[in-house]
């Protein structure tokens, strides 16, 4: 039987304390990502795993339509203003609830340089013009044209991976049962710019059904790090980075070079003079340009410039509600985790053939 009223807000409350606990209680957050975490996104993946579509969606939505509609149900049945109000937080609360202890505290955990043991970067011009030197050189050296991929040899792949890496850098091991879901609202997703998402209720990854062949290793690598256990969104783009290069896939391989060049462009910016930039730009290989071109082309046709402000807006007041200060910009923090793991002389994947000390 379903608790009766006044236990049942009891418990919520004692959630809630658990979930402000986890935020504001050192080391917590991390405790939550490595003991608890694990078991409850195995449950949570299991129980999506039988359904194709994602569950996700429909969570969200039928929230939110509770959410909607109880005041006007309430209020037609005639109960009390004091009544519905306490009904509609009893709600929200749940929901809140259900979010942080499915996966929302993973923001709370140990930052990437915590959790490796290692000093940021040393960032300075001379440090990234090496890095972008030797990236640069990879991304070219690297090159070949992917017109299509196969999405269950690309999930092995990435999935295997994954596993090889130690224990000790705090990520969950990749279930035979997780992977990618169909979304119903590609569109949506589309016309915002979103090219994958981690669903925190129910242990889901989904993937845009629109995704470029190029795109589909980097992407997916990306978001099974947010499946994982992982909530910066530059931490998620050093993994996809990483578990990308290690792959013997020559498709794989480069769709990690590829994938980072956004980022490293926008670093790039920010760094060099006009005269330094166009000469890095002289030394990328004419086709990757193209290419690059062609992707931004395609989805700022598929984008709806009124809803994606709002989408970006809202998302960076999220993440920087969620310990995640630089919003938006973390996504482009990755070149900095990068340098910072190339100066610690760190090796976070180790895999025979391919090594982080020698392909940056």
């Given at each position: 039987?379903?608790?009766?009223?006044?236990?049942?807000?009891?418990?919520?409350?004692?959630?809630?304390?658990?979930?402000?606990?986890?935020?504001?209680?050192?080391?917590?957050?991390?405790?939550?990502?490595?003991?608890?975490?694990?078991?409850?996104?195995?449950?949570?993946?299991?129980?999506?795993?039988?359904?194709?579509?994602?569950?996700?969606?429909?969570?969200?939505?039928?929230?939110?339509?509770?959410?909607?509609?109880?005041?006007?149900?309430?209020?037609?049945?005639?109960?009390?203003?004091?009544?519905?109000?306490?009904?509609?937080?009893?709600?929200?609360?749940?929901?809140?609830?259900?979010?942080?202890?499915?996966?929302?505290?993973?923001?709370?955990?140990?930052?990437?340089?915590?959790?490796?043991?290692?000093?940021?970067?040393?960032?300075d011009k001379g440090e990234f013009m090496t890095f972008l030197n030797e990236y640069t050189?990879?991304?070219?050296?690297?090159?070949?044209?992917?017109?299509?991929?196969?999405?269950?040899?690309?999930?092995?792949?990435?999935?295997?991976?994954?596993?090889?890496?130690?224990?000790?850098?705090?990520?969950?091991?990749?279930?035979?049962?997780?992977?990618?879901?169909?979304?119903?609202?590609?569109?949506?997703?589309?016309?915002?710019?979103?090219?994958?998402?981690?669903?925190?209720?129910?242990?889901?990854?989904?993937?845009?059904?629109?995704?470029?062949?190029?795109?589909?290793?980097?992407?997916?690598?990306?978001?099974?790090?947010?499946?994982?256990?992982?909530?910066?969104?530059?931490?998620?783009?050093?993994?996809?980075?990483?578990?990308?290069?290690?792959?013997?896939?020559?498709?794989?391989?480069?769709?990690?070079?590829?994938?980072?060049?956004?980022?490293?462009?926008?670093?790039?910016?920010?760094?060099?003079?006009?005269?330094?930039?166009?000469?890095?730009?002289?030394?990328?290989?004419?086709?990757?340009?193209?290419?690059?071109?062609?992707?931004?082309?395609?989805?700022?046709?598929?984008?709806?410039?009124?809803?994606?402000?709002?989408?970006?807006?809202?998302?960076?007041?999220?993440?920087?509600?969620?310990?995640?200060?630089?919003?938006?910009?973390?996504?482009n923090q990755v070149v900095g985790m990068i340098m910072a793991i190339r100066q610690s002389?760190?090796?976070?994947?180790?895999?025979?053939?391919?090594?982080?000390?020698?392909?940056?």
């Amino acid at each position: 039987m379903l608790l009766s009223r006044r236990p049942r807000r009891r418990l919520l409350v004692l959630l809630l304390l658990f979930v402000a606990a986890v935020r504001f209680v050192p080391n917590a957050g991390e405790l939550y990502a490595t003991w608890l975490y694990p078991g409850i996104s195995w449950v949570l993946s299991y129980i999506a795993s039988f359904i194709p579509y994602s569950i996700e969606e429909w969570v969200v939505v039928l929230a939110a339509l509770v959410l909607l509609l109880y005041p006007v149900i309430a209020s037609l049945c005639g109960r009390k203003f004091s009544r519905m109000l306490k009904g509609e937080l009893e709600m929200i609360g749940w929901v809140v609830v259900w979010f942080y202890l499915g996966w929302g505290c993973n923001y709370f955990r140990h930052d990437f340089h915590q959790r490796l043991m290692i000093f940021p970067a040393s960032y300075d011009k001379g440090e990234f013009m090496t890095f972008l030197n030797e990236y640069t050189d990879s991304l070219n050296a690297n090159y070949i044209r992917v017109d299509n991929v196969n999405p269950e040899e690309t999930l092995e792949e990435i999935k295997s991976i994954y596993c090889s890496i130690p224990e000790g850098y705090g990520l969950t091991r990749p279930q035979p049962f997780q992977r990618p879901k169909h979304v119903l609202f590609n569109d949506l997703y589309s016309g915002v710019g979103v090219l994958g998402y981690m669903g925190p209720f129910m242990g889901e990854s989904q993937l845009n059904l629109q995704l470029r062949p190029l795109q589909y290793p980097f992407t997916l690598a990306h978001e099974t790090a947010h499946l994982l256990g992982v909530s910066s969104e530059a931490e998620a783009n050093f993994w996809a980075y990483e578990v990308c290069l290690h792959s013997d896939d020559p498709a794989i391989h480069y769709s990690g070079y590829f994938g980072l060049l956004p980022n490293v462009w926008r670093n790039a910016q920010g760094l060099l003079e006009e005269k330094e930039m166009k000469e890095w730009q002289a030394r990328i290989n004419p086709n990757i340009l193209s290419e690059w071109r062609t992707q931004s082309q395609y989805w700022k046709a598929l984008e709806n410039p009124f809803i994606g402000g709002i989408q970006e807006t809202l998302y960076n007041w999220f993440l920087k509600g969620n310990s995640i200060e630089s919003g938006m910009e973390n996504y482009n923090q990755v070149v900095g985790m990068i340098m910072a793991i190339r100066q610690s002389h760190e090796e976070p994947l180790r895999r025979q053939g391919r090594r982080l000390s020698n392909k940056q």
